[in-house]
């Protein structure tokens, strides 16, 4: 039976920088108990929302690349998707992220969005 614990992410601002690492699951070291080997975590997101609390139009991008990353082919929500003035928009959806994946991206004006999100951790 899986035992993964529900999380939350954020809300955090949004930075204008397309390349801003926004969630990861990586952890530096394990201690567990006697007997078992925990190896690393993962993490399965089912909700987005993205707020813009201007007065204007502003768009998003989200990748899930390595850290820092935003390469062509791995465009994940939005390469450049407008959210009305004082309006969100929500993403549903189940996507894993593993250790090596980061969901990268940002915002055409810093701090004009907020970020927040849903899902799941479990340990491998």
Partial sequence: MAANKVFRFGPVAMSSTLTTNILNC???SFSGPV???LTGLYMIVRHIRIVNKTASAV????WIDATGGNTAGKEFIGTGLSVLANSAYDWYGMVRFDAA?????GASAATSMSIEGEGEIGVL
Avoid: N
């Avoid at 768009?59 to 989200?62: C, I, K, R, V």
């Avoid at 994946?101 to 991206?105: A, E, I, M, N, R």
């Fill in 26 to 28: 990586t952890v530096s």
């Fill in 35 to 37: 007997g078992i080997t």
């Fill in 59 to 62: 768009t998003f991008s989200l």
């Fill in 101 to 105: 994946d980061f969901l990268v991206g």
